[in-house]
């Protein structure tokens, strides 16, 4: 089955303490991207990569860090999590060209830091 | 910059039609998509305009005006499960970003 996960689709955690989600896709898609949901703000984009070693900044880049090493796996990781972290997170992938297809988007990480 | 506006809720009843609007400023405008996303759970697309006019879905639609800068979605025949929120989402032709508008929650009623 076509599928993005996403894992741990929970967590608490207290502040300082380093974190990371993990993301893959088993549809060799080149394009993935990191997206967080806040009330009235709406999903903004964290990090994308169009393809492996390739990664740039979204709209809401700072205290993230990511990686992409293989073409199935895009980690989101905390160096040093704040509560204004506190957030949804998703996990999208989509074939070549951002512009032109559909994103294929995990099923969610809730993320909270106290 | 980018601006992209929806309204925040709306309400329907069960089998009517409903009509959400999205409009969009954006440079170098390459095209739009609608997702729909239900409560706790990742959004799913419905739809890609790329050209003007109507884009039809079995029960959804969607239209397009680039000169306008404005889209809708027509969901026809609502049902219960139509509940969700709704959300407009453009690219543009100088980034490989996705932005998103906030979001339209539909409330479907008996």
């Known amino acids: 089955e076509a599928q993005v996960t996403q894992n741990p689709r929970y967590l608490i955690t207290v502040t300082g303490k380093k974190l990371t989600v993990t993301c893959s896709q088993n549809?060799?898609?080149?394009?993935m991207s990191w997206y967080r949901q806040d009330p009235g703000l709406g999903l903004r984009q964290i990090y994308y990569s169009m393809n492996v070693e390739v990664t740039d900044k979204g709209d809401v880049p700072e205290g993230y860090k990511v990686s992409r090493k293989e073409k199935r796996n895009f980690p989101l990781i905390l160096e040093s999590p704040s509560p204004n972290q506190t957030s949804l997170y998703f996990c999208?992938?989509?074939?070549?060209?951002?512009?032109?297809?559909?994103?294929?988007f995990g099923p969610g990480t809730r993320l909270t830091v106290l | 910059g980018q601006n992209i506006d929806q309204p925040t809720e709306m309400t329907a009843t069960e089998g009517a039609i409903v009509q959400i609007n999205c409009t969009y400023q954006t440079s170098g405008f390459n095209g739009l998509f609608w997702y729909q996303q239900h409560a706790g759970e990742a959004p799913t697309f419905l739809s890609y305009?790329?050209?003007?006019g109507l884009e039809e879905k079995g029960r959804f639609s969607s239209f397009l005006s680039r000169s306008k800068g404005y889209s809708y979605l027509l969901l026809k025949e609502l049902q219960m499960k139509d509940s969700a929120s709704y959300l407009c989402a453009v690219t543009s032709g100088n980034t490989d970003k996705l932005i998103f508008g906030t979001g339209t929650r539909l409330q479907v009623f008996p």
């Open positions: 999208a992938s989509t074939g070549t060209g951002i512009s032109y297809n559909e994103q294929f």
């Open positions: 305009n790329v050209l003007d």
């Open positions: 549809m060799n898609h080149e394009y």
